[in-house]
């Protein structure tokens, strides 16, 4: 499942997108967040499933922009550390964050 | 002082019903599943899994109340008590203050499941259209999530908007829908997003001398409009249903599939023996979470906390 975290507003839509069938609830991403937005647990979106997976916090969904930012998810050759520390490669951002580092 | 004559024009019908045909004392099984909403909630019994009664009502200012209240409704009339009930699971926007509710469940995976048993496995694409978000969900034939968007920021395009609407026209809320085909052509569409800003502008519109229809069909364009924003992000695919209150609103639905050029599935019991029974949209959330609770005792997942 892609669950996304995150919200859409006027000013674009801001979303990290974790892949339930790829992330094996390993947690390194939970370690690596600067800003410990992420943790592992039940999965909320599938509540027959066992298999714990890394989430984002209930608290952080709504300012994700802001508590991603410093990151620069999409910026430079770099990954963001949640996504350089993901093996399975589940983790992703929406562009929104690439787009407003362009500039005008 | 003269009496005032206060109407009002958002109050939609609440509603009640028991299944006639399941005797209860025979049926192993009761779950019940409670949805909390930011504007209405409802409670789902089931017995062995099939629908026994439910409810649907409005919330108050005390989420614990209004949950006690929908279940009340629900079970009271069937002659049932909480002490009766196997497993009961929250849901909804207050979910977190369900008193009586032995754990909690997204409302995204609980509309999955209960549109994906109501409209049938077929159900590809959910559109969950609450009282301040909505949520467009993809899912496979089991009622699984498979991926979500959901829009909780603001409360454009949701059906406290139509009820702010409805009663700044002074018009039943359940008459928006069909008043607003009642025009000669579609009028532009209300450009303001924010609830706020959309009043100013159906003000303007009236003081104008603009039809009441007309304003009708151009807000119900604007919410279709904001829908389809979010549902182009995710995709639409047949069987394409919409849940929650809005998808009794005619004058949203029909201009929704214009523009998306995708139908809804007909608003009928996937199950045809439960054909005579009523059908509302908005018990979805309250439904997936009743057969969650069923499925989760009937594997031994959990324990039954029945007293009696």
New interface residues.
């Given amino acids: 499942m892609q669950a996304f975290y995150g919200y859409k507003d006027g000013s674009g839509e801001w979303f990290i997108i974790i892949d339930t069938d790829r992330c094996d609830g390993c947690g390194r991403c939970v370690a690596a967040c600067p800003a410990n937005a992420l943790e592992v647990g039940e999965d909320r979106f599938d509540p027959l499933s066992e298999k714990p997976v890394a989430r984002v916090k209930e608290g952080e969904r709504k300012k994700i922009r802001y508590t991603c930012a410093p990151c620069r998810p999409g910026y430079g050759d770099a990954p963001p550390p949640c996504i350089a520390a993901c093996q399975p490669g589940a983790i992703s951002h929406t562009e929104a964050w690439q787009q407003s580092y362009v500039k005008k | 002082m003269a009496e005032e004559i206060i109407k009002e024009y958002w109050r939609w019908p609440e509603g009640i019903w028991i299944n006639p045909d399941i005797d209860r004392e025979k049926g192993g099984i009761i779950t019940a599943g409670i949805d909390v909403g930011s504007v209405s909630s409802q409670a789902v019994v089931l017995v062995d899994g099939e629908l026994y009664a439910f409810s649907n009502t409005r919330t108050g200012s005390d989420s614990p109340d209004s949950a006690r209240k929908a279940l009340s409704i629900a079970v009271g009339e069937a002659g049932l008590t909480v002490d009766n009930i196997d497993y009961c699971i929250g849901t909804g926007y207050g979910r977190v203050n369900v008193p009586m509710a032995q754990r909690t469940?997204?409302e995204?995976?609980c509309h999955a499941r209960g549109a994906n048993f109501m409209y049938g496995p077929e159900v590809r694409t959910v559109m969950d259209m609450g009282g301040q978000d909505c949520k467009a969900i993809n899912c496979d034939d089991k009622g699984?999530?498979?991926?979500?968007?959901?829009?909780?920021?603001?409360a454009a395009g949701t059906g406290r908007g139509m009820e702010v609407f409805a009663d700044l026209i002074r018009v039943p809320v359940w008459e928006i829908g069909p008043r607003s085909f009642q025009i000669k052509k579609e009028p532009p569409i209300i450009s303001s997003?924010c609830v706020v800003f959309a009043k100013s502008e159906v003000v303007g519109l009236l003081e104008k001398g603009v039809p009441e229809n007309d304003i009708m069909a151009a807000y119900c364009a604007a919410m279709a409009h904001r829908i389809m924003e979010?549902l182009n992000?995710l995709g639409v695919h047949e069987k394409f249903v919409i849940t929650g209150g809005i998808a009794k609103n005619e004058g949203v639905v029909k201009r929704l599939e214009k523009e998306l050029g995708v139908k809804t599935a007909a608003q009928v019991w996937h199950n045809p023996a439960y054909k005579a029974y009523p059908f509302d949209t908005q018990i979805a959330g309250a439904l997936g979470a009743a057969l969650?609770a069923d499925?989760?005792v009937s594997k031994g997942?959990v324990k039954s906390v029945r007293k009696k």
């Fill in positions: 469940i997204t995204i995976a699984k999530v498979l991926n979500f968007m959901m829009n909780d920021k603001c997003t979010l992000r969650f499925s989760m997942k």
